[in-house]
C-alpha cells in the first residue's frame, strides 16, 4: 500500500469512529506521504500531541 493511500485510510477511518483529525496531524502526513519524513518522526510527532504533561497546548492528534 502507498504511503498517501495509508495515510487516507487512517483518516477515514478515524473520523468514521467519532475521532478528530487536527490540522497539525494532517500537515504532519502530508510530509509523511511526500516523503519528506520517515513513519517513524510521523508517530513520534503524533505521540508528543498527545503528552498531557506538554506545556503551552491542548493535547490532540
Do not use: N
Amino acid at each position: 500500500m502507498d504511503r498517501k493511500r495509508a495515510v487516507e485510510e487512517s483518516v477515514h477511518s478515524s473520523e468514521m469512529e467519532g475521532a478528530y483529525v487536527s490540522a497539525e496531524f494532517r500537515k504532519d502526513a502530508e510530509e509523511y506521504v511526500k516523503g519528506d519524513i520517515p513513519i517513524e518522526e510521523l508517530m513520534r510527532r503524533t505521540k508528543r500531541r498527545w503528552d498531557p504533561g506538554r506545556k503551552g497546548e491542548a493535547a490532540h492528534v
